[in-house]
């Protein structure tokens, strides 16, 4: 402590130090929040087209069409160690050679700080939902919306909101003309 | 510091040193529990490190510049004394010692 720069150091890693414990602090203090809410979740026009999968093998599989409500209000999951939220929409259903299939269809990447209230209508989803197989035609499928808390210091958590829906697919393959979206396949 | 002459002294003397270093702790865990509190009631992490660096910037300006009452007790160091008395006569009992023990 003689000299101007070791007072200085002092200083700067007695400051780190408190700084580290005051994070400690947040972690515990939010240890046993659940960030559990509830979503209305819709679905429009289901179909079941069967095109060639170009990013997968170059067989035709079949690749589901739907559009999507959403609607749903999670200000009240930011509290002061979440830094952000991913949201998901993953879509589950069952065929004769998987016991269990899980599509992403749709995500979100929500800062703090930004607005968190969605009431969306009739949107298309962000990734193809395609079929390993062709087992999609009159198929349950069950659409779940999921989320990601990002904390400033703590453990990464998985959430499954309230409010899951499900929809039966048609019958038959709708042919390319009469489907409005993500018609850029080939038959 | 740095071995330059500077016009100004750097130093404080060791009682100082200790009031100091006690005076920066407190004040940086002070605002540190404040700005804990006053962030948890806000539910804002960044108000909490705020609070922090201000408390760092006034310890700053509290002990980092060497103020005079960090220099009240100054070390007493003892009086020069006429080295060349006991040079000589330490010399001449380390001689007559050595003739002793061969």
Same mark, same amino acid.
């Given at each position: 402590m003689h000299s101007f720069f070791s007072r200085l150091n002092t200083l700067f890693a007695f400051t780190l130090t408190v700084l580290a414990v005051l994070t400690i602090g947040v972690f515990f203090s939010t240890f046993f929040e659940k960030y559990q809410d509830t979503v209305a979740i819709g679905v429009n026009k289901p179909i079941v087209k069967h095109m060639t999968d170009f990013s997968a093998n170059r067989k035709k599989n079949d690749l589901g069409v739907l559009q999507l409500n959403l609607d749903m209000n999670?200000?009240? /999951?930011?509290?002061?160690?979440?830094?952000q939220l991913f949201l998901y929409l993953v879509a589950e259903y069952m065929t004769p050679t998987n016991s269990l299939n899980q599509v992403v269809l749709w995500d979100k990447i929500i800062r703090r700080g930004e607005n968190a209230r969605f009431n969306l209508h009739d949107i298309a989803t962000k990734y193809y939902f395609w079929?390993?197989?062709?087992? /999609?035609?009159?198929n349950n499928v069950t659409l779940t919306l999921g989320w990601n808390i990002i904390s400033n210091a703590g453990r990464l958590i998985h959430v499954r909101a309230n409010g899951s829906t499900s929809f039966v697919f048609p019958d038959n393959y709708a042919t390319s003309r009469s489907a409005s979206s993500k018609s850029s396949g080939q038959e | 510091m740095i071995d330059i002459e500077w016009p100004f002294y750097t130093h404080m003397d060791f009682y100082g040193q200790k009031k100091a270093e006690r005076l920066f702790q407190i004040i940086i865990i002070l605002f540190g529990i404040i700005g804990f509190i006053i962030g948890y009631m806000m539910q804002q992490f960044s108000v909490t490190i705020y609070s922090v660096l201000l408390g760092t910037f006034v310890s700053v300006l509290l002990t980092l510049p060497p103020w005079p009452i960090y220099r009240n007790n100054p070390i007493e160091w003892q009086k020069t004394i006429d080295s060349r008395i006991y040079s000589d006569i330490s010399a001449q009992s380390l001689i007559t010692k050595n003739f002793e023990s061969l």
């Open positions: 999670l200000d009240h /999951l930011f509290d002061w160690n979440v830094k079929d390993d197989g062709e087992h /999609l035609k009159s | -």
